[in-house]
Every structure is written in C-alpha cells, then in structure tokens.
C-alpha cells in the first residue's frame, strides 16, 4: 500500500513569505502528526490532528498553523517565513496511537 | 548567531558485527517506544516498537530491549551489514491523551566493509 506522501519535497521561500505544505496519510490512518527537523534542534513535535480536530500542539509561535480534511488529508502552513524556519518538515500518520509512518519529508530553505 | 548543531554520538562497527544504540528516555510516564532509521536525505524509517509491558521485543535482525528501572532503551542490531549505516532515533510517547512522540537526539551508526 502507498505511504505517507508529502509535497513538495523542495521548497524556497523569502523571509516574509508564508508556504503551504501538504501531507497525505496511509489509507486508513486518521492521524496526522508534523515535526520539524534541524540540526540544531533534533526532531520536533508541532502538531497532531485527528477527524479534523488538532489534539496535541508543541512549542512553537502561532506562526505556525496546520489543519485536516475529511479524507484525513493533513495540511501545515507557516507565515512570516523566518530564516530559522529553515528544515525538514516531517508529517506522520497513524491507525491509532501505536506505529507512526513517517513521509520523505519538505525541506524548505528560507533565504 | 550561527545554531550548533547536536553533538551526536557515534559508533563505528565492522561489518559482520553486532551492533548495539543505547537510548535514555526522559519520561517515566512513557509507555511506547519505538526506534527509528533516518539516512540521509530521507524521513524516519520505522524499525521496531515496544510497549512498556514488554521488557524485550524481536524482529528481523533487530531486538529492542526495555529497562524501565533506568529508563533506558537499546536497539541491537545483529550482523550490521554497510546498508545499516544510518542515523537512528528512538522515540516516547506518553499515552493518555497525548499523542505525540519526543525523539532523543539519534545516534550515526557507521559500518565499515
């Protein structure tokens, strides 16, 4: 069966911008998780969303925003692109709480 | 200012060998714990999981043992072979009504011909 797909793979965004990145979950999972990954900071959770309700949120500033559809199609959506905004974003999708499956993930690069 | 990026441990093994990722997890609420390959470029990829009623778990080539008195996960890789090398994380997730998973910082897992 087809993974967890994530698109883009690649995305360059300017300080100021806002992006969009889309996830589409294993057929069947109805959780969708978000994590940014950077050197800097290792993996980190931003948020989980379950039949379109976001039940856990990590740290992270209001900047950072994400939503689900009724087909648990997952979207995250980031506005006023920092420069430290720049990493791979990794979205997940589970049956229920047990066996996360992670997609390729988005780099975004801020310039 | 310039971010530094994680010191991660490494371990280098000949090919052939055993191979064993030490892991100490932060929460004593955890009860779900899974280990993760990351190789460059690519998302996490799902090795093997654990609950917290099982002190040890088997899969093809991997076990994956629990200590909950220390808090402190190992991953034991049998016969690392050169497609092995990999960054790999564990991960916890707490239970209840948390669903989200907190990864240590991984461990580079080199493997020599």
């Known amino acids: 069966k087809a993974g967890v797909t994530q698109t883009p793979r690649y995305l360059i965004k300017t300080r100021g911008q806002q992006v969009t990145l889309s996830c589409s979950p294993i057929?069947?999972?109805?959780?969708v998780s978000w994590y940014q990954q950077t050197p800097g900071q290792g993996l980190q959770f931003l948020f989980e969303y379950f039949s379109e309700t976001q039940r856990n949120k990590g740290n992270f500033p209001g900047r950072f925003s994400g939503r689900q559809f009724s087909n648990s199609r997952s979207e995250m959506n980031v506005s006023t692109l920092e420069l430290g905004d720049s990493a791979l974003y990794l979205c997940?999708?589970?049956?229920?709480?047990?066996?996360?499956?992670f997609g390729s993930g988005t780099r975004l690069t801020v310039v | 200012g310039e971010s530094v990026g994680l010191h991660l441990p490494t371990l280098s093994v000949q090919e052939g060998d055993n191979s064993i990722i030490n892991c100490a997890y932060s929460n004593s609420a955890s009860d779900y714990f899974i280990w993760y390959k990351q190789e460059s470029g690519k998302g996490p990829q799902f090795i093997i999981d654990i609950r917290s009623n099982m002190d040890k778990r088997q899969g093809q080539r991997v076990t994956v043992l629990l200590n909950k008195t220390v808090k402190h996960l190992s991953l034991q890789i049998a016969a690392t072979q050169p497609g092995d090398s990999a960054v790999y994380f564990c991960?916890?997730?707490?239970?209840?009504?948390?669903?989200?998973?907190?990864f240590g910082k991984g461990t580079l897992l080199t493997v020599n011909p």
């Open positions: 991960a916890e997730n707490i239970g209840g009504s948390n669903y989200k998973l907190t």
């Open positions: 057929s069947g999972h109805r959780s």
């Open positions: 997940a999708s589970s049956l229920n709480r047990y066996g996360y499956t």
